[in-house]
């Protein structure tokens, strides 16, 4: 519930909490109406240290919300830091769909969609580039 609240004790609470945490996702919510700048640098930091799959899925679930909150091109290091490490396409193309409407896309994720496992980022290449690669 605290995560549609903008206060700076919510927020204090969150960053200290992510810093030393083995389960961010559960923290993570508070920074949706906290989020300042900069603070993609330890969202960053948590993104490069979670290596298990069920971590890095629930870490993708709430940047998603995060950014979706706080357009910021700072969004893009911790966004492409869970992509290389995320197997679920759904989140994929939900990583891609921020990305691109933060405007920070790279071409390189770009040129990559249209080859993804998951037909919905193979779709959502297509409507990025109006370009069709698959039937």
Excluded: W
């Amino acid at each position: 519930a605290l995560r549609y609240f903008c206060d700076e004790d919510i927020r204090q609470f969150a960053i200290e909490k992510l810093r030393r945490t083995n389960c961010p996702a559960v923290y993570l919510p508070l920074l949706i109406s906290n989020y300042r700048e900069g603070d993609h640098l330890l969202l960053a930091e948590i993104a490069a240290r979670h290596k298990n799959v069920d971590t890095v899925h629930a870490l993708a679930c709430e940047y998603i919300d995060i950014y979706r909150a706080n357009k910021t091109p700072e969004c893009r290091e911790p966004l492409e830091l869970l992509y290389e490490k995320l197997n679920c396409g759904m989140h994929r193309a939900d990583l891609l769909e921020v990305l691109q409407d933060n405007g920070v896309l790279s071409d390189r994720l770009l040129r990559e969609m249209a080859f993804d496992s998951y037909e919905g980022v193979r779709d959502l290449h297509e409507k990025f580039t109006g370009m069709g690669l698959h039937p």
